[in-house]
């Protein structure tokens, strides 16, 4: 009996890995390097590749052969698949022991809680306080400056210049969630930024007694270890918020 492919399917695990391999490399992705991981020939993924290209999941640098992901790629990454991502208990124990810790003023839970995410995520934190409109805590900028998109000078003074624009910040983390939302993920040109186009934003919320107190983000390359962020996001809020009832 022949084998029955759902190339449908087998499209999304290419496009999952290819997006995997570029995050952890930050190299384009050749087709030869995907093969190995399907057992399908290159003339296959080449093909695949192609399709993906058409369809703007996936870009090529005119100096290289190799495939990247775009703005389009993560999103679809993103919202497709990662499903059903969970922080492992001794991540979540890391979590508490860094922000758990007794604090009398707000201030000062909201400016240690900027540092832990940056000690935790390796990207540029950010905490905001809706009632302090011209409020906002942040740590780790050299960080993101370490990564490979942004050895160029000019990028790199671009993105400093938005990061110390406190205003523009708050404007963009402070955006309604919707009902229920617990995380927002804003990719490249979704950040409507020009100085932020190979970034992306994660950002979540607090509260105290149910009730939105502020935001929390962390800015860093499109190329992001989402799987890994996403839910430290998720958990720090949980955890700020329970911090924060008991003020």
């Given amino acids: 009996m022949a084998r029955v492919v759902d190339s449908e399917a087998r499209k999304r695990a290419i496009l999952a890995a290819t997006i995997n391999s570029y995050i952890k490399d930050a190299e384009p992705i050749s087709s030869e390097d995907i093969a190995e991981?399907?057992?399908?020939?290159?003339a296959t993924i080449r093909s695949i590749f192609a399709d993906l290209?058409?369809?703007?999941?996936?870009?090529?640098?005119?100096?290289?052969?190799?495939?990247?992901?775009?703005?389009?790629?993560?999103?679809?990454?993103?919202?497709?698949?990662?499903?059903?991502?969970?922080?492992?208990a001794d991540e979540k124990q890391r979590i508490i022991k860094e922000i758990g810790r007794r604090i009398d003023r707000l201030e000062d839970a909201l400016e240690h809680t900027s540092e832990a995410i940056s000690a935790i995520t390796h990207y540029t934190s950010m905490v905001s306080f809706l009632e302090w409109q011209d409020k906002l805590f942040?740590?780790?900028i050299s960080l993101v400056l370490e990564e490979p998109e942004f050895r160029d000078s000019t990028r790199i003074r671009l993105l400093v210049k938005m990061i110390e624009d406190k205003q523009k910040l708050l404007k963009i983390i402070n955006r309604d969630f919707k009902e229920k939302e617990k995380v927002r993920v804003y990719i490249g040109d979704e950040l409507e930024c020009d100085e932020m186009k190979?970034?992306?934003?994660?950002?979540?919320?607090?509260t105290v007694h149910k009730q939105p107190l502020g935001r929390i983000a962390v800015l860093g390359p499109a190329r992001m270890k989402y799987d890994h962020i996403i839910p430290t996001m998720e958990y720090?809020?949980?955890?700020l918020s329970d911090i924060l009832d008991d003020f």
Avoid: M, W
């Fill in 138 to 140: 942040y740590k780790g």
């Fill in 198 to 206: 190979n970034c992306a934003l994660i950002v979540s919320h607090y």
């Fill in 53 to 88: 290209e058409n369809n703007g999941y996936l870009t090529h640098p005119h100096t290289s052969a190799g495939r990247v992901p775009t703005g389009k790629g993560y999103r679809y990454y993103v919202d497709f698949l990662l499903s059903q991502i969970e922080l492992l």
């Fill in 37 to 42: 991981k399907f057992d399908l020939s290159s």
């Fill in 236 to 239: 720090v809020s949980q955890v």
